[in-house]
């Protein structure tokens, strides 16, 4: 069992209440739900909609194709009836977001309990939306009702929850951020958590070097950015890098070059991620592929950071940072100890008094020093799980990833005669992951022009992936699992 609801309209009419309500509804009455979101750069007008799809089995990701179209506008009905299903179910008619809620429960034999008690959280307009919902619960004839109901001990989390949730258990102590999207629901976020600083400031060059001054002071600190803030943040990061000062950067992807389309997603600044700043310093990189992984991850990043004095990139995306999943599984978390001492700090190579020095043995010492480091951090993350594996292991074809793609390749290769090795450290890169690509049929799936992925295991393993092997999008939407699966199809031997 798999369905798929499309639920659209202008900004501001509602789409993203009314699939949060049934989303959390069909998780408390034991089956999973993803969802994901598609929004245009408007407070308000425009074309925003989201793709919600439930099962009584774990799933990921969305297809393109949709069983339950709900409009609240015309224009919803004209751009995505094409994909409404053979038989499936178009609600519109301009009627308000809690009457189609009040629909969808009775199509969806939900306990309309569960639709007040959603109604009375939202504190405002509940006389209104509930006569609204029953409404719409007394005028729907049809049913849905083979959905199973049995309680599960899941939770709903989108991926930057994940990443909040990873920075509080790794006492955070400020966050500073300038707002771009997809990162900026970061800023609100912890906000609201007593005992964390969150500290807007003018641009991003303020932001990290701001990070880096209470990160020299003791503090735990991340930053957040898309790609166009952390360009202005990477002459910092060097400085992060001569200086040995710890900094966690969450860089959340979206599509450039320059603005791009700013609430659309891409994987697009991954070379980006592994070389930017001057000069040669040691980093990690890691890219979570759901909310688990967004939390350990973050949690990691801070150990990391702390324990070689190094910046830590947790890399994300819109699609990631945006979407919900169901989870079942609570994180693995490792407990900070902040190490950082109360020393002179500068950009320049220091002595041991930490003052400026152009001293030839003294500058050959300290780029021994911090290239001694890149084989410390590799040979810590060998405690970490660096990647890990999905699908059939003797099979001869392997599909290689990072990133939120991950969701849509496990749904779509559930049928299939394939292994999945999702790449979660791009830097320092494992040497166990070559092993895994001997003999096998290489695919790669990513959601950029170039196949970025392709290019590091061929720097790092001499495997090359074929161009004809390479499945990528770049439209600025993610991969809907039935289509995807398709174009694994074409590549299997």
Not at 138 to 167: R, V
Not at 268 to 291: C, E, K, S, Y
Request: with cysteine; hydrophobic share 35%.
């Amino acid at each position: 069992m798999r369905y798929n609801i499309l639920i659209g309209g202008e900004a501001g009419q509602g789409p993203n209440i009314l699939t949060q309500i049934i989303g959390d509804a069909l998780i408390k009455s034991g089956n999973y739900a993803f969802y994901s979101r598609d929004y245009q750069s408007l407070i308000r007008g425009g074309h925003n909609f989201n793709v919600l799809t439930f099962s009584d089995e774990p799933v990921y990701s969305n297809d393109s194709k949709v069983d339950i179209l709900v409009c609240l506008d015309s224009k919803t009905e004209e751009l995505h009836k094409k994909e409404l299903k053979t038989g499936g179910i178009l609600m519109k008619d301009s009627k308000e977001n809690m009457y189609y809620a009040g629909r969808i429960f009775k199509l969806l034999c939900l306990d309309f309990k569960i639709l007040e008690e959603s109604l009375k959280k939202l504190d405002k307009n509940f006389n209104e939306n509930i006569v609204n919902a029953k409404k719409g619960y007394e005028e729907e004839t049809k049913n849905l009702c083979k959905i199973p109901i049995s309680k599960k001990n899941t939770y709903f989390i989108n991926g930057n929850t994940g990443i909040c949730n990873g920075a509080l258990n790794s006492d955070i102590n400020i966050y500073y951020a300038y707002p771009m999207t997809p990162a900026t629901p970061i800023l609100s976020e912890l906000a609201t958590v007593d005992g964390v600083k969150v500290i807007e400031l003018e641009n991003e060059i303020a932001v990290i070097n701001a990070g880096l001054g209470s990160s020299a002071l003791g503090k735990n600190v991340m930053v957040g950015t898309s790609g166009g803030g952390f360009d202005l943040m990477t002459e910092a990061l060097s400085m992060a890098g001569v200086a040995e000062i710890p900094i966690v950067v969450y860089l959340s992807q979206r599509p450039g070059p320059g603005t791009g389309v700013a609430t659309y997603t891409s994987q697009g600044d991954l070379n980006m991620a592994l070389n930017f700043g001057h000069g040669q310093f040691p980093r990690t990189v890691a890219a979570p592929g759901d909310p688990k992984e967004a939390q350990e991850i973050t949690n990691e990043a801070f150990y990391l950071s702390q324990k070689f004095k190094i910046p830590s990139i947790v890399l994300g995306d819109k699609h990631l940072a945006e979407s919900y999943y169901t989870l079942d599984e609570e994180s693995s978390i490792i407990k900070i100890e902040n190490t950082t001492p109360f020393i002179r700090y500068n950009s320049y190579e220091k002595d041991s008094f930490g003052s400026a020095t152009e001293d030839a043995q003294i500058i050959k010492a300290n780029v021994e020093k911090r290239l001694k480091k890149y084989k410390e951090i590799k040979k810590e993350l060998e405690k970490l799980p660096r990647f890990s594996v999905y699908g059939e292991p003797n099979s001869k074809n392997l599909i290689v990833s990072w990133g939120s793609t991950k969701g849509a390749i496990i749904d779509a290769i559930k049928d299939l005669d394939v292994e999945f090795l999702h790449i979660k450290y791009l830097e320092p890169f494992s040497d166990g992951i070559k092993e895994n690509l001997l003999k096998k049929n290489l695919i790669l799936v990513e959601n950029s022009p170039t196949g970025q992925l392709a290019g590091i295991i061929s720097k790092n393993t001499g495997l090359f992936i074929e161009d004809k092997n390479k499945i990528l999008r770049y439209d600025g939407r993610p991969f809907f699992a039935d289509e995807l699966k398709k174009e694994i199809e074409k590549r299997l031997i």
